[in-house]
């Protein structure tokens, strides 16, 4: 299997941080296509984001779907959760953290240029981000992990979610949405001591760091031109 992946690109670190948890490292490889960099994904997949998991029958897109794939795929080392509620809340997490966190961070980021920003559209969806998390303090557990007592999806989708928040959203001209002394706040201190939270953020930082110094558009640019300089099958 080969996914389709990016170090910046939180919804690719949800499903890395998936891999690592489960010790499945070994059965994948991991590839950023030059399509993504040249803004062609769609010619790999017709979403056109990342990640996208490669199998042998074909390309399964959306990172939600990849994690069920995954977890069906390994039964034995399935981050589901234990019982038949702890599931139902590990898929209500995953959604809130999906949904409501991620999706409004990232159609947020069209109105990061001051010059050209609506206030109103950035305040309305960073009003729906902060009534996620609101939504999330309900849901969450107060112990280690989201859900129960041991590492599940929940984990692997907020983990991102909560780094954009707390590292995206400031950027846009917002407090983070993550408020001292809340549940969250609790959870998000606890779960960056986790191994493979720990390994994700250090991708997700590097890759932000890659971006704001340069490095990933120089890499960007030499992978494209190498690609044009491939002789066309
Ligand atoms: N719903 C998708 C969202 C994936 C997504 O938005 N990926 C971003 C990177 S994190 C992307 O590929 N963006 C490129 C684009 O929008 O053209 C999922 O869960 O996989």
């Not at 990640?51 to 939600?64: A, C, K, N, Q, Y």
């Not at 606890?190 to 760091?209: C, H, P, Y």
């Amino acid at each position: 299997m080969k996914l389709y992946t990016g170090n910046l690109s939180p919804y690719s670190a949800k499903v890395r941080m998936q891999i690592y948890a489960m010790g499945i490292q070994d059965e994948l490889s991991f590839d950023l296509p030059v399509q993504f960099m040249m803004g062609k994904m769609y010619e790999i997949s017709p979403i056109g984001r990342i990640p996208v998991l490669e199998v042998d029958e074909g390309l399964i897109p959306e990172s939600e779907v990849i994690s069920e794939y995954l977890d069906e795929r390994f039964p034995g080392k399935a981050l589901t959760g234990a019982s038949l509620k702890d599931r139902a809340d590990v898929r209500v997490i995953s959604r809130i953290a999906d949904i409501y966190l991620m999706n409004n961070i990232f159609m947020s980021l069209s109105q990061a240029n001051p010059e050209t920003r609506v206030q109103a559209v950035l305040d309305l969806l960073i009003g729906q981000v902060k009534r996620g998390i609101g939504a999330l303090e309900k849901h969450i557990g107060d112990g280690e992990f989201a859900v129960g007592n041991s590492l599940t999806r929940a984990d692997c989708t907020l983990v991102p979610a909560l780094w954009m928040c707390s590292s995206t959203v400031p950027r846009l001209g917002f407090d983070s949405p993550i408020l001292d002394g809340s549940r969250v706040s609790a959870y998000w201190n606890k779960i960056q001591g986790n191994e493979f939270a720990a390994k994700i953020l250090d991708e997700m930082n590097k890759g932000m760091q890659a971006r704001l110094d340069g490095t990933e558009r120089k890499m960007a640019e030499e992978a494209i031109a190498r690609a044009r300089a491939r002789p066309s099958e």
